[in-house]
């Protein structure tokens, strides 16, 4: 078995880093051998809106034209930048996705993903303009009515655990609770 090795370098000097837990922390980090700065990887932030009419009737889904989940349905989301906030960030991942101006009305969910070290962020949203199209990541854009959503072409499974918890809402008299994968708040 040939093992890889993958040396760190600092972002700071330059130097390799080592890996080891530094004092009063809780797990290994990559620590520079030189200058003694630690390297925290932290999770992925994906920033996204759940866009729906203003009858709170019908959603809109883009169709992915990439990787991953190309050819399935999800909501406009997509990694946050840096020096963005959140709610810019959602609004800017449904304008480049969807064409799709909304006004957000609140965060809706979280929804972490352990394994691959991402957490999502969802916010509710109502659709602003009518000239939504599809742009570069997206093939396809479409109003679902809330009982016709193409459940066996989601892309995701926090675009699942949102939709049903909007669709549960939504029968519970429209009340848009918060929601969390990891627990009900």
């Not at 330059?14 to 620590?31: A, M, Q």
């Not at 932290?42 to 990787?67: M, Q, Y």
């Not at 969802?122 to 396809?140: F, H, P, Q, R, V």
Request: glycine share 6%.
């Amino acid at each position: 078995t040939n093992k890889i090795d993958l040396k760190m370098y600092c972002i700071k000097c330059g130097s390799l880093t080592i890996k080891v837990c530094p004092e009063g922390d809780n797990r290994e980090r990559d620590v520079c051998n030189s200058c003694g700065y630690i390297h925290y990887n932290n999770p992925k932030i994906i920033v996204g809106v759940l866009p729906v009419t203003e009858n709170f009737e019908s959603i809109l889904l883009c169709k992915r034209s990439i990787d991953p989940g190309n050819g399935k349905w999800t909501i406009p989301s997509g990694f946050m930048e840096l020096k963005e906030s959140l709610e810019d960030g959602a609004q800017r991942e449904a304008k480049e996705e969807a064409n799709l101006e909304v006004k957000l009305l609140k965060l809706y969910s979280t929804y972490s993903i352990i394994n691959i070290d991402q957490v999502y962020l969802t916010y509710l949203g109502k659709i602003l303009n009518s000239d939504y199209a599809a742009m570069d990541e997206t093939s396809e854009v479409k109003l679902f009515d809330i009982n016709k959503l193409p459940w066996d072409e989601i892309a995701f499974s926090s675009v699942s655990f949102i939709l049903k918890k909007y669709i549960s809402d939504h029968e519970d008299g429209k009340t848009f609770k918060f929601h969390s994968n990891y627990r009900e708040l």
